[in-house]
């Protein structure tokens, strides 16, 4: 409901694809965007960041929904398979990092152009981590979680 509005509506199903009914932008002649038509759409932001979904909306262009495909596939190749609890974890050294602005410019840099996506993150590390304390954040989570009982997979 919050992503493509109601069947009929918003949307008609073409066999699995979903197909926009929203009425198109003057401007850019593409379909409006949910959230223009029916604002309330805009609360499924309160329920869940919709990662895996956003490159179904249905009057996305084509070249986006690819690169949002291919930006959700490198996310699960690089995902970490530790205990998900660990994430959560506050430590002086891990809550010192600062890397979010430089991670997201790296990846979309990474994601949009051709350059090999496992030597551009061990840059990234490198540069933006490892010189910020990330041993020292790596050293107090693994303390931590050691501490708590919870192991690696």
Known sequence: LGRFGLEGVHF???GEVYKSL????ETTGLPKQLTQVAPTAMIKNFAYWDVDGRWLEPSMPAACIELE????????DLQDKSDPRVQYFSTPAKDSLNYVDSFWEMFFKTMAGDADVKKAFNEFKQNALEKK???EAIEEV???AIGLGITGK
């Open 142 to 144: 693994n303390s931590l």
């Open 22 to 25: 929203l009425p198109n932008d």
């Open 12 to 14: 008609e199903m073409d």
């Open 69 to 76: 495909k291919k930006a959700i596939s490198m996310f699960r």
């Open 133 to 135: 304390g990330l041993a």
